[in-house]
């Protein structure tokens, strides 16, 4: 009864802040840096994760509460169909333990400017694959939302046979990329028709979904196997270009794109060496972690609670670009555009400025401009994504949506 409450309200209130779907969103602005990612030190972190559901028991949520408040906080773990609204599911069906686990024993930065309380707890075991939302809320509140936070967990019952290439017509072939893909599916999974069908191809760990329309699908009964005839561009993805990156692991040296370093007794200011816009340029290559980041303080190996929190001024030099509204965009931000990360243009020094608050470690980024711009960043065939691909299948019977299939392609 209470399941189908808390339901029910859930249902209710994040419908009326983003139409029914739960996104990764963060309710308090004393909460920094939220991590669902492996236990490691200084790994490769982006928005996301996909977990394998044989393999689960490695991952852990992390974050900072600034506001050194000490809350009660607890963890709840919702189930959420392809589409990210929350199913219908009780939690006996998709938890294999208790819900609503409480996140004990934070630890207190040590030798940083901004004190913090770390939290971290492992990540729950699901029983089933799918969609699914870590929301972590204070006081025994469940209206008290802190944060939430998406994460897929797969299983291996479709294989997915998918390749990334140059796209195929003249026109695009300097600027886009393409994707070939067919299926195949086992004997216990009865697929006569594309009904209960969902397949997602993000790019660089992002939430949009770039088969914006997938064609008719041929469906071979004798062979298992699904295929898509792409015959009007459907595949065809902008390549966009390589991520800019700054180096903030050190308050003491310049590392890598750093112009300079402020300190005061109250906070350290890094600037990033001035940017300019890419897109009449040629390609370049360079190495980058395809927008994600890395927590590391050069200076100590405890990553967790030894690295300060530093504010960032980002810097493009350019002229304005009347009626646009740029953005600094990575995966620390969920590549998301919001006043948090919306620059403000100075006239005098001919520059776009932004302070974003960024705990110590190195992090890849881009401008984005609403409305787009492609001399910002440009769109190159050459450029290296990193590409995933997600199939869901609602089973007959079945009340919920499956991840079935899995891949990730690193291109070229």
């Given at each position: ?255 890598t794109f750093v112009e300079s370093i402020r300190q005061s007794d109250a906070y350290t ?26 927590i590391d303080n050069y200076e100590n190996g405890n ?110």
């Open positions: 009864m209470l399941n189908r409450i808390f339901f029910s309200w859930l249902c209710l209130l994040l419908s009326s802040i983003t139409y029914g779907q739960i996104s990764s969103k963060k309710f308090k602005s004393d909460i920094q840096t939220i991590l669902l990612s492996k236990p490691e030190e200084k790994s490769i972190l982006n928005d996301n994760p996909v977990i394998d559901l044989s393999s689960q028991g490695n991952y852990q949520l992390s974050f900072d509460d600034l506001g050194l408040k000490n809350l009660n906080y607890q963890l709840r773990i919702i189930h959420c169909q392809a589409d990210w609204q929350a199913s219908s599911l009780s939690e006996i069906e998709y938890l294999q333990d208790f819900n609503d686990v409480p996140i004990r024993s934070p630890r207190n930065s040590f030798g940083t400017k901004i004190p913090y309380l770390h939290y971290q707890i492992p990540l729950p075991k699901v029983r089933i694959s799918g969609n699914y939302i870590a929301m972590v809320y204070a006081q025994r509140n469940k209206r008290d939302t802190v944060f939430t936070k998406r994460f897929s967990v797969y299983e291996n019952a479709i294989t997915i046979a998918a390749k990334i290439s140059f796209a195929r017509p003249n026109h695009l072939r300097n600027t886009h990329q393409a994707i070939d893909l067919s299926l195949l599916y086992p004997n216990d999974i009865m697929l006569n028709s594309e009904e209960g069908l969902r397949i997602i191809l993000r790019k660089n760990y992002q939430n949009e979904n770039y088969l914006h329309k997938i064609p008719r699908a041929q469906i071979n009964g004798q062979e298992r196997r699904i295929s898509f005839p792409f015959y009007e561009n459907e595949n065809v993805i902008p390549g966009g270009n390589e991520f800019r990156l700054i180096n903030l692991s050190s308050t003491q040296q310049k590392m200011e890094i600037s990033t060496m001035p940017e300019v816009p890419q897109g009449n340029y040629s390609y370049i290559q360079r190495p980058d972690f395809d927008g994600s980041f890395v990553s967790s609670v030894a690295s300060d929190y530093i504010w960032c001024l980002f810097q493009l030099k350019t002229e304005e670009i009347p009626d646009s509204k740029i953005y600094v965009v990575g995966g620390f931000n969920q590549f998301e555009k919001g006043p948090l990360n919306l620059m403000e243009y100075d006239a005098t020094k001919q520059m776009y400025t932004k302070r974003i608050l960024l705990k110590q470690g190195i992090y890849n980024y881009l401008f984005a401009s609403s409305p787009y711009h492609e001399k910002l960043e440009g769109n190159y065939s050459q450029t290296e994504n990193t590409y995933e691909v997600l199939v869901y299948f609602k089973k007959p019977g079945d009340r919920h949506d499956s991840l079935l299939g899995y891949q990730k392609l690193i291109y070229p």
